[in-house]
Structure formats: C-alpha cells, structure tokens
T-cell receptor, first 111, second 112 residues
Framework: KAGVTQTPRYLIKTRGQQVTLSCSPI?????VSWYQQTPGQGLQFLFE???????NKGNFPGRFSGRQFSNSRSEMNVSTLELGDSALYLC??????????FGSGTRLTVV | GQQLNQSPQSMFIQEGEDVSMNCTSS?????WLWYKQDPGEGPVLLIA?????ELTSNGRLTAQFGITRKDSFLNISASIPSDVGIYFC????????????FGTGTRLTIIP
C-alpha cells in the first residue's frame, strides 16, 4: 500500500516568489492536512481538507492557501514568499480521522 | 501557535535503558497520539490513545492517556539504537475537528 507522497522533496525559491506543493494521500483517505515544521515554532497546523472542502484552518496569513481535488490529492500554495517561510512542509492523510499518516515532507528554502 | 509542553526536551541514555517522557496541556484532548520522527522524514505514528485512563502497548512502547485528559506518557523499555530520533505527542480535541496540536518534542540520543 503506497504511503503519502509529497512532491517535490526539496525546493529553493527567492523572496517574493510563489510556490505550490503537492500531496497524494493514501488511497481511500479523504482527509488531508498540512503542517509547517520549523526549529523555532515546531509543528504547526496549516489547514485540513475533506472531500474538497476546507474544514479547518490554522493561524497562518492568507498567503498560505490550499485546495483538494476530487481524487483527494491536495496542493498548498504560498504566495509572496518570505524568508520565514523556510520550513519542512508536511502533509498527512487519514481515513478514520485519527492516526494521521505523514509524508516525508517538502523542504522549502527561501533565499 | 499552540504547542503542548513535552519533557524532557532531550535525553541521553545508554542502550538497554528504559525511557520515560510526558506531555502536558492546559486544555483537554479526547485523543492523544505519539509519533517518532527521523531526520529528513515525516513523523511516524507509534501509538494512539482514545480514552481517558487508557494504557496501550506497541512492542517495547507503552503509552497512557491521563485521566484528566490533559496529559499523556510514553515509556520505551530496553532501548535499542533504532530508537534514536525525536518523539512528539499530539492531541486531538474532537472528531471532525481534525487538527493535531503537537508537543515540543523529546530528542532521544543513545550513547555508545
């Protein structure tokens, strides 16, 4: 059974640019969540999608957005990148709502 | 953003020793999860706890859901080299509100 797949694994962007990260959940999982992990703030919840609808949103500025497609694949977008957006972005999927399975993450570096 | 208080922050132990770590919150949670993260990878679920007072084991790992619903504990018995990594607790408040609130992490190092 394939796990959660995140692409790309590594990304380097310049301040002011925008970026799109992709997440393919485990087959059959309809809930997809995104988290940001930094040394200073730890793991912080960004948002969660279920059946193409955003159900929950964390305390991040509007530059962070996401969407989910009918096949449950999800993307997150960060516009007008800032140096502080450098982080490991993790996607997690779930079938029952608990026990989320995480992907390996996308390491974003903003220079 | 909110993080749960996890202690200790780091541990240096010898192979074969037992390990204990805990996680506390000012708010109640209805589910507690324990994850392990290796460098460059995402967290991997170790144990899930769904009921206050519940004690659950997974091999050498044992975790408990505190009766106040504001804390949880993880014990690792007879540690081995592959136990090295960062351990995170995570709380979920309610089903349908699928937001994990993570702890600050405990870094486990095994001294040769």
């Amino acid at each position: 059974k394939a796990g959660v797949t995140q692409t790309p694994r590594y990304l380097i962007k310049t301040r002011g640019q925008q970026v799109t990260l992709s997440c393919s959940p485990i087959s059959g999982h309809r809930s997809v969540s995104w988290y940001q992990q930094t040394p200073g703030q730890g793991l912080q919840f960004l948002f969660e999608y279920f059946s193409e609808t955003q159900r929950n949103k964390g305390n991040f500025p509007g530059r962070f957005s996401g969407r989910q497609f009918s096949n449950s694949r999800s993307e997150m977008n960060v516009s007008t990148l800032e140096l502080g957006d450098s982080a490991l972005y993790l996607c997690a999927s779930s079938f029952t709502g608990y026990g989320y399975t995480f992907g390996s993450g996308t390491r974003l570096t903003v220079v | 953003g909110q993080q749960l208080n996890q202690s200790p922050q780091s541990m240096f132990i010898q192979e074969g020793e037992d390990v204990s770590m805990n996680c506390t919150s000012s708010s109640i949670f209805n589910t507690w999860l324990w994850y392990k993260q290796d460098p460059g990878e995402g967290p991997v679920l170790l144990i899930a706890l769904y009921k206050a007072g519940e004690l659950t084991s997974n091999g050498r790992l044992t975790a408990q859901f505190g009766i106040t619903r504001k804390d949880s504990f993880l014990n690792i018995s007879a540690s081995i080299p592959s136990d090295v990594g960062i351990y995170f607790c995570a709380g979920v408040f309610e089903f349908g509100n699928e937001k994990l609130t993570f702890g600050t992490g405990t870094r486990l190092t095994i001294i040769p």
